[in-house]
């Protein structure tokens, strides 16, 4: 008999059932210690020993066409069935039944603890609630300054700000994720919301929305940086690139519906009703959404969960001690801004940095551009010109995601391989399009000129972000929404920067000028990652055939050993087989 054990009220639609033993599932995850070449531990799980991660490397690969439940896993595999052979009396491992009646029969993991469907659903969730993210950082710019008097440069500043503190946003958000858990730190983010919205919807001055534009920014920070968490809570290593991808669609596709949705609404009800549209869908979808959908997904606190409602259950997480043994603790929000100055971290923050930045350095000069002669679009033409920057993310995006799964599938020991992909992409594809979109403007090309630069733009930036963050979301397990805070607020920061030296940066140089030398940083960035990343793989790689080449001559020497021993063994045969007399005419 099953027996049904029942879950608290703040963790929606899980039900923990223990199963027969012959259905187990003997996988046990181990998320980091396959492709940990540091030598120490990522995430708070121990890294296996040179013998199980070699053996990994080449069954990692092999994973990828096998079921879901030991996806990317060889680790996980090796040692449940060790578990499974020394433990043969054990307690029936767990399943756990979602209230929409799928199940997950032989739960040996974390990550198994939710079905691909519902799995599926809080990344959707999680993905809408980010698309608040862009979409309220170009609310109509052109209306705005006409209706409050006030010049492009304020104005600019006015979504510099946002940026900013958007990014100061992450640093407080990220550490609240890991410490109080996922659901809370969206509900308190998303009802911040919708008080700074309504504020701004009705802000007398320039400078009374630009206040609370800024609160404003504090509050969406939750979105990104508590989903990254999520990201990092129910998908397993091999799939979080993947997952990342998906999940970065809305940060890159939010910059062509704001305009868009904003150019037609300032148009026909005025600016105030872009916030209005904001409020109502945060209220109204949002909000109602995470609630419903997202569970709390906090790995410490749904094996602790588990662990007081069915320990029978708990035991066979293979995870369990080990995030048992790391309770969550809250960070003072300058804290995570350490992880950016780590080796394996500072060379992809700084390509992230630029990459973002100039990226919404181009988004911001855009409307202007497109308003001036000779194009002289309509708000609303402006805002279906970013179409091209739009489909680029919706396509490269997940694409950037599925590559950099691969790689990592391909190189498990070395957790930079997860961007050799990426970086290629921001290395080869983002020089080119900042160069083009600055001097096809600059000469006033025909618009598709533009529009193709700013189409490599969007795809390169698509193509690089869900590698770097699914990148940082394996290194940094058990503190994956304080390291996302902190790449996070590193992104919108620069972010901020450029989109406020943008304005006097055209004007001195030209827009062809400025954004040649936005290239050329990029240049530099990039090529300092793919350095990086090379020589990661080098090194891993050098240690690995030191290490075979020492076992080979040790194999030698032992081969030379037993043949003299043989050798020997012969001759002494031979003379105890002679005649006597010949023994003693020797």
């Given amino acids: 008999m099953q027996r049904q054990a029942s879950m608290p009220r703040d963790e929606p639609g899980l039900i923990f059932l223990p199963i027969a033993e012959g259905s187990r599932n003997p996988t046990a995850p181990d998320p980091s210690s396959a492709c940990n070449p540091h030598g120490d531990v990522h995430g708070g799980y121990p890294a296996a020993d040179a013998t199980s991660t070699s053996a990994a490397a080449a ?69 809408i609630a980010s698309i608040l993210v862009p979409l309220t950082d170009l609310p109509a710019l052109q209306a705005v300054g006409e209706d409050l008097q006030a010049d492009a440069a304020l104005v600019a ?33 998303s009802v911040l919301f919708l008080g700074t919205s309504i504020g701004c919807i009705f802000a007398p001055t320039i400078g009374v929305l630009v206040a609370f534009r800024a609160l404003q920014g504090l509050a969406v920070a939750s979105y990104q940086t508590t989903g990254q968490g999520v990201i990092a809570d129910v ?10 991808g998906l999940f970065m669609i809305p940060l890159l596709v ?67 001690e080990a ?18 100055v780590e080796g394996d971290i500072l060379p992809y923050a700084l390509l992230t940095m630029t990459t973002f930045g100039s990226m919404f350095a181009s988004l911001t000069e855009w409307p202007a551009q497109m308003a001036a002669p000779p194009y002289r679009l309509s708000e609303a033409m402006i805002g279906v010109s970013y179409l091209a920057m739009g489909v680029a993310g919706l396509v490269a995006s997940p694409i950037g995601g599925k590559a950099s799964d691969i790689t990592a599938a391909r190189w498990p020991q070395v957790p930079e391989a997860r961007m050799m992909f990426n970086v290629a992409a921001a290395l080869l594809l983002m020089p080119v399009g900042l160069v083009m979109y600055g001097w096809t403007l600059a000469y006033t090309t025909h618009i598709v000129g533009p529009l193709v630069g700013h189409f490599v733009i969007g795809a390169a930036s698509a193509a690089y972000l869900p ?24 992104m919108f920061f620069a972010a901020a920067a450029l989109i406020y030296i943008s304005v006097y940066g055209v004007q001195g140089m030209g827009i062809g000028g400025y954004f040649t030398l936005l290239a050329g940083v990029q240049l530099l960035a990039a090529g300092l990652a793919a350095v990086c990343v090379r020589r990661r793989y080098r090194a891993v790689y050098a240690v690995q055939r030191t290490s075979a080449d020492e076992q080979q001559r040790q194999q030698r020497q032992r081969q030379q050993q037993q043949q003299q021993q043989r050798q020997k063994q012969q001759r002494q045969q031979e003379r105890l087989s002679r005649p006597p007399k010949a023994q003693a005419a020797q």
């Avoid at 998908?235 to 990342?244: C, K, L, S, T, V």
């Fill in 467 to 490: 590698g770097m963050f699914g990148y940082l979301s394996t290194i940094k397990q058990q503190s994956a929404s304080a390291a996302a805070a902190a790449v996070q607020a590193a």
């Fill in 323 to 340: 995030i048992l043994s790391q309770p969550p603790v809250f960070l003072a929000p300058w804290v995570p801004l350490k992880y950016l």
């Fill in 254 to 320: 939010g910059p062509l519906l704001g305009p868009l949705l904003g150019g037609v609404l300032s148009q026909v009800w005025g600016w105030r009703s872009t916030f209005i549209c904001l409020t109502v869908a945060a209220g109204a979808i949002v909000l109602p959404l995470l609630l419903v959908v997202v569970p709390e997904t906090h790995q410490y606190r749904v094996v602790r969960r588990l662990s007081k409602v069915d320990a029978a259950a708990a035991k066979h997480i293979v995870e369990a």
């Fill in 59 to 127: 069954v990692h690969a092999k994973q990828l066409h096998e079921p879901e439940a030991t996806h990317g896993h060889p680790v996980r595999q090796a040692a449940g069935a060790a578990a499974a052979e020394q433990d043969p009396s054990s307690e029936p491992a767990a399943t756990v039944i979602i209230s929409d009646g799928s199940s997950h029969a032989g739960a040996s993991s974390v990550y198994e603890l939710l079905t691909k469907r519902k799995r599926s659903a809080v990344l959707l969730a999680a993905a």
């Fill in 157 to 189: 500043a006015s979504v510099a700000i946002y940026m900013l503190t958007v990014g100061l946003g992450s640093l407080f958000w990220g550490p609240m994720a890991d410490r109080f858990g996922r659901r809370i730190t969206y509900a308190v983010g």
């Fill in 235 to 244: 998908f397993e290593p091999a799939m979080r690139g993947i997952a990342a």
